[in-house]
């Protein structure tokens, strides 16, 4: 699903109602202290590209990769620049992949995907002023499920040659973590056949060694029940893992990833929440 804001109201300002929600986002975006690369290739399909968001000042910066949604379907890195850019003003090295989605493939193609993108990420942080012992995994909906599976279920990862130990957190904005039955008949070809889609819930592959997690909802999402915050967060809590559930009230699906623009920003403090978990979680990395 592409973003959609309720900004016009917000602003006031009319002239706001000639441009996209996501135009005004990017838009102010492109005054950031930040270097913005793109096209970058960790592929050989066109869908496999990256940009990169490197942060202006010295490195070695902590590393993210930012995975956007689009319920599997959809979706174009060029439209999450305000996220990338967000994120490196902060002081993070932002790496947001495409992936391929449905009909072109189907689980788990784009999660091998996303783990050849953190592979690049990985090889590449320190060129790009980085530090690769410091990397962690974004997401929003789609791409939270997708960072989720590559933080929770180690074969993914290895796939590219890499651990979840690799990986110093997860944070994830409104993700389907424990969604089934599906109901969707897209969703259902997407998955496969359901006897095989246990295994296409991260909720299933939570261990006591997991990456440190950090789940952002929005109390009013229509679109994925913030209960799977919750519920992956105290399944966690009962294996011996570290999360953190953090449910806004006044947040939707929407607008819990537009916060991190500075015109939502007022909205709710997740850029803030996001920029600590990197810090907090990247330091016990290095220092471990």
């Not at 010295?58 to 930012?66: C, I, Q, S």
């Not at 246990?198 to 109390?219: H, S, W």
């Not at 806004?248 to 709710?268: E, F, Q, W």
């Amino acid at each position: 699903m592409i973003l959609g804001f309720a900004l016009i109201p917000l602003l006031g300002i009319s002239i706001l109602a000639l441009m996209s929600p996501l135009t005004l986002l990017n838009t102010a975006a492109r005054f950031g202290a930040y270097d913005r690369v793109t096209g970058i290739a960790y592929g050989a399909d066109p869908r496999q590209k990256l940009d990169v968001y490197r942060p202006r000042g010295e490195g070695p910066h902590p590393v993210a990769v930012f995975f956007y949604g689009g319920s599997w379907q959809e979706g174009d890195r060029a439209l999450y620049r305000f996220v990338g850019a967000a994120l490196a003003s902060r002081g993070i090295l932002t790496i947001i992949p495409d992936y391929r989605v449905y009909p072109q493939v189907r689980f788990p193609d784009f999660l091998d995907d996303a783990a050849a993108s953190v592979r690049w990420a990985r090889d590449h942080a320190a060129s790009q002023e980085g530090d690769p012992d410091r990397l962690v995994l974004l997401g929003h909906s789609a791409g939270a499920h997708i960072a989720a599976m590559l933080a929770l279920d180690p074969q993914w990862l290895e796939s590219a040659g890499l651990s979840p130990r690799d990986i110093a957190g997860m944070a994830g904005l409104a993700g389907p973590y424990d969604f089934l039955p599906l109901k969707d008949p897209v969703l259902q070809i997407i998955f496969g056949p359901e006897t095989k889609r246990d295994r296409t819930q991260p909720i299933n592959f939570v261990a006591p060694d997991a990456p440190p997690l950090l789940l952002i909802a929005g109390a009013k999402d229509r679109t994925v029940d913030p209960g799977n915050s919750t519920r992956l967060a105290e399944r966690a809590a009962r294996v011996g893992a570290q999360a953190r559930a953090v449910i806004y009230p006044n947040l939707d699906h929407r607008t819990i990833l537009g916060t991190v623009s500075p015109l939502l920003r007022p909205l709710a403090p997740v850029l803030d929440d996001i920029t600590r978990f990197v810090v907090t979680v990247t330091a016990k990395a290095k220092a471990g």
